[in-house]
């Protein structure tokens, strides 16, 4: 998760596509990159989403008609599903690319006094890759009736199916409202970012504090990456 104030840097290093200049790509590219080295296109699958959380509202980026997208929490798993949500197969680097910039594209930024082009939505990049390994090689005993004194070693490699997700939010910058001097509709705006800025603030601060309870109801924000936020609650505790 990127955060920090406003015009601090937290877009360029999670989003620099560096398409003339690898050394400028940032976190989103890079990670992609390893991804590309270590799955196989016959075999894995790389799925991307790119959303934005914008006035409590969810917004696909890439299909910005998919607006006001529900949170659903499968109440036996915990987990988070966000039905409506575009999931595009990505192809190659390229294709990557291109999906970045039509997010960008969509994104809402606006024109502050910190900083000319302030994003005003949480983005929220998800990669789901699914690998095929063969990994798993176990030796069973196969034995023979006739002949129980002549075991059998048999290899068994039992093909698993691997789901993980990366998850990479670039948070709207926080800000006072007294220095940004905000008025209007930007007001509104800051008033919702900086709710789901306090509402993780305090989410973070009951796993540094290993509170077994984390307060994720609090902004839609929250309840997005409450799977998340559990996971390192189990690595915390
Ligand atoms: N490492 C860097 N090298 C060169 N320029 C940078 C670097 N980091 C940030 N910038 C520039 O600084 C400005 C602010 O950066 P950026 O928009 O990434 O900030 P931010 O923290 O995402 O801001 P906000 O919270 O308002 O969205 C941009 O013009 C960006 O191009």
């Known amino acids: ?3 920090g104030q406003i015009g601090t840097g ?24 390893d991804i590309l080295k270590n799955t196989s296109s016959t075999f894995d699958t790389v799925e991307f ?11 696909d980026l890439l299909v ?16 988070v599903f ?8 990505v192809r190659d680097l390229n294709h990557f690319l291109q999906l970045l910039q039509i997010g960008k594209a969509n994104r809402h930024a606006a024109n502050t006094k910190m900083n000319t082009e302030s994003s005003r939505s949480h983005a929220i990049r998800m990669i789901n890759v699914r690998k095929l390994t063969h990994g798993k090689v ?20 039992v093909p698993t199916l691997r789901k993980s997700m990366l998850l990479i939010v670039d948070l709207a910058g926080s800000e006072r409202i007294d220095k940004s001097g905000s008025e ?3 007001l509104e705006e800051v008033k919702f970012i900086n709710l789901s800025l306090t509402s993780l603030g305090k989410c973070i601060n009951a796993l540094a504090e290993n509170n077994p309870h984390i307060p994720t109801r609090d902004s839609k924000l929250t309840r997005l ?13």
């Open 10 to 33: 937290k877009t360029y290093t999670v989003g620099q596509l560096g398409k003339d200049d690898i050394s400028q790509r940032g976190m989103m590219v890079i990670a992609r990159e």
């Open 225 to 237: 990456l409450r799977d998340h936020l559990e996971v390192l609650q189990g690595l915390h505790s």
């Open 82 to 89: 966000l039905p409506g949500a575009e999931v595009v197969k």
């Open 138 to 157: 176990g030796n069973e005993v196969s034995t023979m009736e006739s002949d129980t004194q002549n075991d059998l070693q048999v290899d068994v490699v």
């Open 184 to 186: 209007g509709h930007m």
């Open 49 to 59: 989403s790119y959303l934005q959380l914008y006035l409590e509202h969810i917004q």
């Open 64 to 79: 910005p008609e998919n607006n006001n997208i529900p949170i659903v929490e499968d109440s036996k798993t915990g987990e």
């Open 1 to 3: 998760m990127a955060y």
